[in-house]
Nanobody, 127 residues
Framework: QVQVVESGGGLVQAGGSLKLSCVASGRTFRRTTMGWLRQVPGKEREFVAAISGSGNGTSYADSVAGRFTISRNNTKNEVYLQMTSLKAEDTAVYYC????????????????????WGQGTQVTVSA
């Protein structure tokens, strides 16, 4: 089973950028669809972005499309989330997770498609 650890969160001003990283364990990483999700206290965890095992397929939530970019490096077992033009509403704990299914939009946009969550990394965007 793949285990993940996120890093890179912090405090940034609105309009700024931040890059999150996720390192995963396990020999099946290159065949595993990975996702980033986020959660605000008192709200459901929501999908942000997903990337197929090869990296050729990506999917984004409408709220972040055009501002966030998901990528991966299979030689390092790492997944990244480059966030630009950040808004106050992007403030959340961001989680990296492995998908239980193959990369199949729109199903891959459901939080239920993921397991093996990391501990999360806090992103705070000041207005």
């Amino acid at each position: 089973q793949v285990q993940v650890v996120e890093s890179g969160g912090g405090l940034v001003q609105a309009g700024g950028s931040l890059k999150l990283s996720c390192v995963a364990s396990g020999r099946t990483f290159r065949r595993t669809t990975m996702g980033w999700l986020r959660q605000v206290p008192g709200k459901e965890r929501e999908f942000v972005a997903a990337i197929s095992g090869s990296g050729n397929g990506t999917s984004y939530a409408d709220s972040v499309a055009g501002r966030f970019t998901i990528s991966r490096n299979n030689t390092k077992n790492e997944v990244y989330l480059q966030m630009t033009s950040l808004k106050a509403e992007d403030t959340a704990v961001y989680y990296c997770a492995t998908a239980v299914t193959h990369f199949q939009p729109p199903a891959i946009r459901s939080p239920a498609a993921y397991r093996s969550w990391g501990q999360g990394t806090q992103v705070t965007v000041s207005a």
